[in-house]
């Protein structure tokens, strides 16, 4: 079985900007992050992104915007990613239980890969992060240092932080 982390899009890899990246040219690497899921790699772990892209089925970008995102996001990290998982819906347009807080983004990625979920990892920067992973066994990270109350196992300020201090 694999060892895993999975980690969330806006806001631990990318600069989150308040509102949908979905352009090449606003998604902005958070600093440390390439160095940190190169060190996840190295320490023998596969690396799957789960993402809720909302803004696909309310209208305000399509796939291919976002997938021309994970390419950028792939190229940037030296195609380090195992798989990119995103749940397009918003419960406002059709409920999916693909959609963060739910967990099947997480199962098809666990039964796909043979994850080991007691020896994985979800680093997320809101508690419908966290969630599904807890809800699976999964340990968590949250990135924030203004919640002094979570669910999360461990907080951290950043990804970079968190493999350093926390996961490895």
Excluded at 30 to 44: D, F, L
Excluded at 54 to 75: N, P
Excluded at 99 to 106: A, E, G, I, S, V
Excluded at 114 to 130: L, T
Aim: proline share 3%; with cysteine.
């Amino acid at each position: 079985m694999n060892k895993c982390i999975f980690l969330d899009r806006d806001g631990v890899l990318n600069r989150e900007r308040g509102d949908y990246t979905y352009k090449k040219e606003d998604f902005e690497l958070i600093q440390g992050v390439v160095e940190a899921v190169k060190k996840i790699k190295e320490n023998g772990f596969i690396i799957i992104v789960i993402t809720n892209q909302a803004g696909i089925s309310r209208g305000r970008y399509d796939r291919q915007d976002m997938e021309a995102c994970h390419e950028y996001l792939q190229k940037k990290c030296g195609g380090i990613f195992d798989a990119i998982y995103y749940c397009p819906y918003h419960p406002s347009i059709t409920t999916s239980i693909a959609r963060k807080p739910d967990t099947l983004m997480f199962e098809k990625a666990i039964a796909k890969f043979n994850v080991d979920v007691n020896k994985s990892w979800m680093v997320g920067d809101k508690e419908r992060d966290i969630i599904p992973a807890n809800k699976l066994g999964i340990k968590t990270v949250l990135i924030d240092d203004k919640e002094p109350e979570t669910i999360a196992d461990f907080t951290s300020i950043s990804l970079y932080k968190a493999v350093q201090d926390v996961i490895l």
